[in-house]
Nanobody, 124 residues
Framework: EVQLVESGGGLVTAGGSLRLSCAAS????????IGWFRQAPGKEREGVSC???????NYADSVKGRFAISTDNAENTVYLQMNSLKPEDTAVYYC??????????????????WGQGTQVTVSS
């Protein structure tokens, strides 16, 4: 059974940092594309960052230069380092995985497996 478990969310003041983790199990981690998404109240889920199994990464324009995605294949974990956080980054953050994606796409409907989400709140 594929499982994705996010952690690392919390409350931070603007300008601060958080590192989110996505622990994966039930599949061969390094064969999958992994994405980070977020959803703020009243808004649609949007892609934040993603990385393919061969290490190609992509970022939303709104987070370029501030967020960084990385993987630890030995630990089956994907990280999202978030720096210089802004109030508009406040959302529930989800990780997702898909075994068939070969390009770093951030379209939510392209991912088959999802975690339960972790809340990130950035105060001004």
């Amino acid at each position: 059974e594929v499982q994705l478990v996010e952690s690392g969310g919390g409350l931070v003041t603007a300008g601060g940092s958080l590192r989110l983790s996505c622990a994966a199990s039930g599949f061969t981690f390094d064969d999958y594309a992994i994405g980070w998404f977020r959803q703020a109240p009243g808004k649609e889920r949007e892609g934040v960052s993603c990385i393919t199994s061969d290490g190609r990464a992509n970022y939303a324009d709104s987070v370029k230069g501030r967020f960084a995605i990385s993987t630890d294949n030995a630990e089956n974990t994907v990280y999202l380092q978030m720096n210089s956080l802004k109030p508009e980054d406040t959302a529930v953050y989800y990780c997702a995985a898909d075994p068939y994606l070969t390009i770093p796409t951030m379209a939510p409907n392209m991912y088959d497996y999802w975690g339960q989400g972790t809340q990130v709140t950035v105060s001004s």
